[in-house]
């Protein structure tokens, strides 16, 4: 699962740049500007009166991309995502999404971008009590004056997508916590956006549920490919689903990085202490730690895939000589791992 | 606690508390009164002014000779009030009346209304629907008694008005509440309006209504509408509030425009709250429609007046449990429809949308009213009547236990309410508004005090003074009867969870029956007079106090009763030592509505025979003195808000030391 969207996953466009954002509640931009703007250190700030959720975010994501922000409560997650669809206003900064200025959009525009580029779920759902599932799922379009007949159509599409079929016309309340969830995804991508916000989404779910929720996240994104900003507090679900990862500490972001990237090269104590519990060769990829072929060492008698977990091909190694090879579908091979390689990555924390 | 306090403080600081101050402060104030001159005692004639006079002849000068923009008020006036009536007339030719063709002796009647078979049925196919079988029967069983009793006809007049009042309360109300929601400037200017008016007595609505727009159904239209707005305004503001962050986000996410957001989005994610504020539109227009019958509205109301005027308990009370009747479909229908509104349930297989159901039934059943007479209207010679054996009733109470009752009641008035009346008439004005504004002073400081003085100086000035203590004392006997009464129960219902529901549908009923039907038992046993007053007061103040006194008790932490129980506390103990302290802002509270409730009744209840503001109020009705009408209106409303004002402080000093003490 993992190796296809990794393959689809297009590096080339980026979809949202955010340069140097900043959002300081209790202030205007101009009195931002004029008390010394990004210059402010954070002594500064608590002087002022002012709570600076997000600090100087500066960061690209690629079309297609999943990009998953995490952080502890409070870090600034939610404030970030809703600045990125200006349902905050930033402060200071500039965000261009598909190389327009999101910032400088009027009211107008704004709704357009919003109606027909973004899609957004949300951690308690947030459906309308008064509507059915479909009555739900439609309502994006109905509001874009879409007539009956199609949007009804389009939202019975979603439906199915979701897995929520014979239940069309359910009321919210006559639904579970995760049936309502699939009912916020659909609704999210009913009108196609190409991008997709998901803020906290399983939280309020059970594990049971939200481990079929997150399988369900990662079926739907292969299917669909869309620019996936995904907030969790959650490292776990984080490593299932991410591209990349990037952490918050109190508004900063203080790393951004592949899954592998924060765990084997935490930038600081902040990001170890979030990776320390995470079991190594759950996330570390045979690509990760192979070496080059040397000439003159014997054949590979056992082989993975470059984007294999470790943990996953364990029994690899039970069949192996000391060499195992990473050889791609074509049949290229990559480079080599030997057995002392791959059991300290198992034996690892 | 304020002994507390004060123990802690040191000699110096014992001289500087507020407490002391006001104690001192009354000392040397009584001592005055005492000595000095007469005018500290009774209120010199200097300082009375003729302000409701001058208010009426204002308001007698606007609604008859002004003119804006060259068109005389008058006529515009009364345009509006035909065009509603017309409205109103329309839904009653509909529900209750049909059309009339001829004329003298030669009338009859060309269409016939809504048979009682075809809207009765309705009311029970759609009560089905929102609340399956139970509400299906309450709602028959209601309606039933309503044909049964020959009440059909009235009861549709009252309806017919209710529900054009609160299709325009309700309008009116969103159209406030959004504004209120959208602009914290309007919410302030209508959040202090609305709470005036809340404590304005509903007869003096009537006044005003009745000069402007004339005897009718459109006058007590608009003071029906008045009347019933400010909880629809409130809580469509606390509705709107409560639509979570989320929700609107998800609206904006999606490309609403402003219009669509508030729309398709807030209000319906707020219907759930907002259908709390319809319900009690709903209940209040009833009350008030039953009440503007002494100006036109005719209906149930009308019976229920009549029959007390005429002191004929049997058909008043017949009349009234046919308001009751009402009351019980309306609230439990309109409560029913809401939560099904808000909520949603899908549809069965095979199950039609309840709108053509309706449509099909009313077709149908009117096709068998025409063919079936008595569908149609229910033969007189069918018709049961109660009024006799209620008649024969009260009759024999008077005969049987007049002895009882008659001692009850001399041993109530001669030991208890006159002393306490004298009491009160007796006391020196300076003093009673002096001990009012230290208590003011006490519990919330200089402000609350200059605004509880400024309330009782208007009083004073208005000459309403001696009126106004007769209200203080039956006020201060009923709201004691009712906390009394209700608080022990209240407390009682709290440690028995499985009564706690019946309980509170009998307090729900209780609470929407509309204020007139509280008189009729109490006249019944004691007849007219302050007794009676007392009683009906006392009923009608008890509900608001059993369910505050069962709110503030569930609200105590288990933390803190598990704690007393480990300590080994009784019962007893754990009551007074534990539960009070944290239930007492609570408790204060319940005793600030129950005084509210009672200050609404007590207006009804000069129909009785008080000597009170309401009765003022009341005789400014009948004889259409408008400015009377509306200063002893304002003088109700300043004392209901001197209560206020002290409650609210008190608790609020209650709640603040335990959470200082917490930190
Ligand atoms: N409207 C607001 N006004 C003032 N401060 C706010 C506002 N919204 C958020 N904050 C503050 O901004 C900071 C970041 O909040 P944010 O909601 O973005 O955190 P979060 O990472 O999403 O947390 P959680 O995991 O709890 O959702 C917090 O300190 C919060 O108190
Ligand atoms: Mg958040």
Redesign the pocket.
């Known amino acids: 699962m993992m190796d296809m969207r990794a393959q689809s996953a297009p590096v080339s466009t980026t979809s949202i740049k955010c340069e140097n954002v900043w959002k300081v ?2 202030a205007t931009p101009a009195e931002f500007e004029q008390a010394g703007g990004p210059e402010m250190d954070a002594e500064a700030l608590q002087r002022k009166g002012w ?1 600076a ?1 997000v600090r100087d975010a500066t960061f690209d994501i690629s079309t297609g991309e999943v990009f998953v922000i995490m ?1 502890l ?8 995502v809703r600045c990125l669809s200006r349902l905050i206003e930033p402060t200071n900064g500039r965000i261009l999404v598909e190389g327009a200025d999101l910032l400088k959009a009027s009211p107008a525009e704004l709704n357009d971008i919003r109606r027909r580029k973004m899609g957004m779920v949300f951690q308690h759902f947030a459906l309308l009590p008064n509507r059915n599932v479909l009555g739900n799922i439609g309502f994006p379009l109905q509001i874009q004056g879409m007539p009956r007949a199609e949007y009804e159509a389009r939202a019975r599409e979603m439906v199915e997508l979701v897995g929520l079929k014979g239940r069309e016309d359910h009321f919210p309340d006559e639904l579970s916590g995760g049936q309502q969830q699939r009912v916020g995804i659909a609704r999210s991508l009913a009108s196609d956006p190409a991008i997709w916000f998901l803020d ?1 989404p399983f939280s309020a779910l059970d594990p049971l549920i939200r481990s079929d929720l997150q399988d369900e996240l990662l079926r739907l994104q292969q299917q669909l490919a869309k620019t996936v900003v995904f ?1 969790t ?1 959650d490292l776990d679900e984080a490593i299932k689903i991410a591209d990349r990862i990037a952490i ?1 500490e109190e ?1 900063r972001i203080v790393q951004i990085g592949s899954p592998e990237d924060l765990i084997l090269h935490p930038a600081n104590d902040y990001v170890s202490r979030f990776t320390r519990g995470v079991p190594r060769a759950k996330v570390v990829r045979a690509k990760t730690i192979m070496r080059p072929v040397d000439a003159d060492e014997g054949e590979a008698t056992a082989f993975v895939g470059p984007n294999d977990r470790i943990a996953d091909v364990a029994e690899v190694l039970l069949q192996s000589g000391n060499l195992i090879a990473v050889r791609d579908d074509a049949g290229r091979t990559h480079g080599v791992i030997d057995r002392e390689a791959f059991i300290r990555v198992l034996a690892g924390a | 606690m304020a002994h507390a306090d004060i123990s802690r403080q040191s000699g110096q600081q014992l001289w500087s508390s507020p407490s002391t101050r006001a104690l001192i402060f009354l000392a040397l104030l009584s001592s005055a009164v005492w000595l000095g001159p007469t005018w500290t005692r009774v209120i010199p004639d200097a300082l009375t002014f003729p302000i409701a006079t001058t208010v009426g002849d204002a308001l007698n000068w606007f609604a008859r000779e002004a003119t804006i923009n060259g068109l005389a008020v008058k006529d515009m006036t009364r345009a509006v009030a035909s065009f509603f009536d017309y409205i109103i007339e329309s839904v009653v030719i509909v529900l209750s009346k049909g059309i009339y063709t001829g004329r003298g002796l030669n009338v009859t009647q060309a269409v016939p209304p809504l048979s009682w078979f075809a809207i009765a049925g309705a009311m029970v196919i759609a009560a089905y629907r929102f609340g399956g079988r139970s509400l299906a029967v309450v709602c028959a069983v209601c309606l039933g008694f309503l044909v049964i009793f020959g009440l059909w006809e009235n009861a549709m007049v009252t309806l017919a008005s209710v529900l054009v009042s609160v299709l325009l309360a309700m309008a009116i109300g969103l159209i406030l509440g959004i504004w209120s929601y959208r602009s914290s400037n309007v919410e302030n200017v209508t959040r202090g309006i609305m709470n005036v008016m809340q404590t304005v007595p509903i007869f003096s609505y009537l006044v005003p209504t009745l000069l402007l727009f004339g005897y009718g159904p459109s006058a007590a239209l608009f003071a029906t509408v008045l009347y019933a707005l400010p909880p629809m305004v409130h809580n469509t503001v606390l509705a709107l509030k409560s639509v979570p962050a989320e929700v609107t986000e998800s609206g904006k996410m999606m490309g609403c425009h402003p219009r669509q957001l508030l729309w398709k989005v807030q209000l319906p994610a707020a219907l759930a709250k907002l259908a709390v504020g319809m319900n009690q539109t709903i209940m209040m227009t009833l009350n008030m429609v039953i009440i503007a019958s002494m100006i036109g509205a005719g209906g149930l109301g009308f019976d229920v007046l009549r029959a007390l005027r005429k002191l004929d308990i049997g058909s008043g009370l017949e009349a009234g449990m046919g308001i009751v009747a009402l009351a019980v479909v309306l609230d439990r229908l309109s409560q029913a429809a809401a939560h099904r509104a808000a909520h949603g349930q899908h549809r069965k297989p095979g199950q039609l949308p309840l709108w053509q159901l309706l449509a099909g039934w009313l077709v149908i059943a009117t096709v068998a009213a025409l063919v079936v007479g008595p569908l149609q209207s229910w033969p007189a010679a069918w018709q049961v009547s109660t009024a006799e054996f209620w008649n024969a009733a009260v009759t024999w109470i008077n005969k049987e236990l007049f002895d009882v009752l008659e001692a009850f009641r001399n041993f109530a008035l001669l030991s208890v309410m006159r002393p306490f009346s004298a009491f009160l008439a007796a006391a020196p004005w300076t003093l009673v508004i002096g001990s009012v504004a230290a208590l003011a002073c006490v519990l919330g400081g200089w402000r609350l005090a200059a605004l509880c003085t400024g309330f009782g100086m208007f009083i004073v000035i208005t000459g309403y003074w001696a009126p106004a203590m007769n209200s203080v004392y039956l006020i201060t006997i009923s709201v004691t009867l009712a906390v009394l009464m209700g608080y022990p129960i209240g407390f009682w219902l709290a440690t028995r969870p499985k009564a706690q529901g019946t309980a509170g549908f009998v307090l729900d009923t209780l609470q929407t029956l509309p204020t007139l039907v509280y008189l009729l038992p109490a006249v019944m046993l004691f007849r007219i007079g302050d007794v009676s007053a007392v009683i009906a007061v006392t009923l009608y103040a008890t509900a608001p106090a059993v369910r505050y006194a069962m709110v503030g008790m569930a609200q105590v932490p288990k933390a803190r009763l598990e704690a007393a129980e480990i300590a080994g506390a009784t019962r007893w103990q754990t009551l007074i030592w534990v539960r009070l302290p944290s239930a007492l802002p609570t408790l204060l509270i319940g005793i600030n509505q129950t005084i509210m409730m009672a200050f609404s009744m007590l207006i009804i209840a000069a129909l009785v025979g008080t000597k009170d503001l309401g009765q003022e109020v009341l005789i400014a009705l009948n004889r259409s003195l408008v400015g009377e009408g509306i200063v002893a209106g304002l003088c109700v409303a300043c004392l209901a808000l001197i209560c206020d004002a002290l409650l609210k402080a008190a608790a609020a000093r209650a709640t603040s030391p335990a959470r200082s003490r917490a930190q």
């Open positions: 509640f209790g709570t959720a952080g409560s409070g870090s600034g997650k939610s404030t970030i906290e907030i507090h918050m508004g």
